[in-house]
């Protein structure tokens, strides 16, 4: 597709179920992003991945997010047992990496999440 | 660590008008700086932005420079337009991270254009 697709585009669900948020970058573009805006508050990096190399975990609030990149293609970020202070935008980006040039990131709509 | 801290809003203004948003950033290294801005209803979109010191970003009328001595990127647009109305965020590229984009944003300021 032209940009980075997010789906769900909101998600309600009930304190203590799992949900899955899926992005599909940008074709060619290696790097990943997930990044949290909660309401009235700025973003926050969750997680990057780059290519095969590891992924950089360490915006990630708990041990109930986790996420999965397959390749270079979609990924999903999974929140298990969703507590209302989990409720927010959730946002994908994605970039080239051009060694040390600068790459712009492009985003995704967001995916909605409000526990209830 | 890392961070920006940028104008509260809600910042409403007429149009025609001149606007501001403040943004200060604390890094090591050096960071590159960028403007954010969402429209309603649609995805984050980069603005502008600047790599080294003394840069200046532009773009639809915005511009914003790199001050290292003031570690700020303020915003300003000579007269606002109605389609300017948005949220606006200040962002930095973490420095250790070269080519790539792990961002850290602000909180966001949201501006309103009156008619």
């Known amino acids: 597709g032209a940009g980075v697709s997010q789906s769900p585009s909101n998600k309600v669900t009930e304190k203590g179920k799992d949900v899955e948020l899926r992005c599909d970058p940008i074709s060619g573009h290696t790097a990943l992003y997930w990044y949290r805006q909660r309401l009235g508050q700025g973003l926050e990096f969750l997680i990057y991945?780059?290519?095969?190399?590891?992924?950089?975990k360490s915006g990630l609030p708990s041990d109930r997010f986790s996420a999965e990149r397959t390749g270079e293609s979609v990924s999903t970020l999974t929140i298990q047992r969703t507590q209302q202070e989990d409720s927010a935008v959730y946002l994908c980006a994605s970039s080239r990496v051009g060694g040390t040039h600068y790459t712009e990131a492009f985003f995704g709509q967001g995916t909605r999440l409000t526990v209830v | 660590g890392n961070s920006v801290t940028q104008m509260e809003g809600p910042v409403t203004l007429s149009e025609e008008a001149f606007l501001t948003i403040n943004c200060t950033y604390t890094?090591?290294?050096?960071?590159?700086l960028f403007w954010y801005v969402q429209y309603p209803g649609e995805g984050l979109q980069l603005l502008l932005k600047?790599?080294?010191?003394?840069d200046k970003g532009s773009n639809k009328g915005f511009e914003a420079t790199y001050r290292k001595e003031t570690t700020s990127f303020h915003l300003e647009k000579g007269s606002v337009q109605v389609s300017d109305s948005a949220v606006y965020f200040c962002?930095?590229?973490?420095?250790?991270?070269?080519?790539?984009?792990?961002?850290?944003f602000g909180q966001g300021t949201r501006l309103t254009i009156n008619p």
């Open positions: 890094a090591t290294g050096y960071p590159s």
């Open positions: 600047a790599t080294k010191a003394d």
């Open positions: 962002a930095l590229s973490d420095p250790r991270f070269q080519g790539a984009q792990k961002l850290v």
């Open positions: 991945f780059q290519g095969n190399s590891a992924p950089d």
